[in-house]
């Protein structure tokens, strides 16, 4: 759990004796509650937005917007085995996901399904998709990192 600093003071009295003021520093629980527009934006296109809020109980939650046929393999060379090492857990508002594994299985996640995919993949828009999910902070990061860099080669 994500938690914040507060400080206060304590004042102890105890009978005949002087008032004793000791500072202190407590630590306070962070709001684990976003709206999905308070995701801040990563990246956006005609037809796509990308939303991503790192460290959100050691996590990054993600809410995407992406087209039919977007294909994420090109934006993964580079990676280990050319492919996501990231987990993710998340739900299928619309649309569908294609996930495709190292080791050659497929599967694929509609509107409605609660999903959840192991490190190794690379991933396929078959129809035009919202989703949110929920991964681990420092393996997002590493990815996205790729997936930009990628991007700006690809573009140049």
Not at 57 to 84: A, I, R, W
Not at 102 to 110: I, L, N, Q, Y
Request: proline content about 8%; some cysteine.
């Amino acid at each position: 759990m994500d938690f914040a600093p507060v400080n206060l003071a304590v004042d102890l009295a105890v009978p005949d004796r002087p008032v004793h003021h000791y500072p202190v520093t407590i630590k306070q629980r962070k709001p684990m509650k976003l709206r999905k527009e308070d995701i801040p934006v990563i990246m956006q296109a005609p037809g796509m937005i990308m939303r991503a809020q790192p460290d959100f109980g050691e996590m990054t939650v993600v809410y995407h917007e992406l087209p039919e046929g977007t294909d994420f393999t090109p934006f993964l060379k580079g990676l280990g085995n050319d492919s996501c090492h990231c987990p993710h857990w998340g739900y299928i508002l619309q649309g569908a996901f294609r996930f495709i594994y190292d080791d050659g299985s497929e599967e694929v996640f509609e509107t409605g399904d609660v999903f959840y995919a192991p490190a190794g993949h690379t991933a396929i828009v078959d129809k035009d998709l919202k989703f949110i999910d929920f991964s681990p902070t420092k393996e997002t990061d590493e990815v996205l990192a790729n997936v930009f860099k990628k991007m700006d080669e690809m573009s140049a």
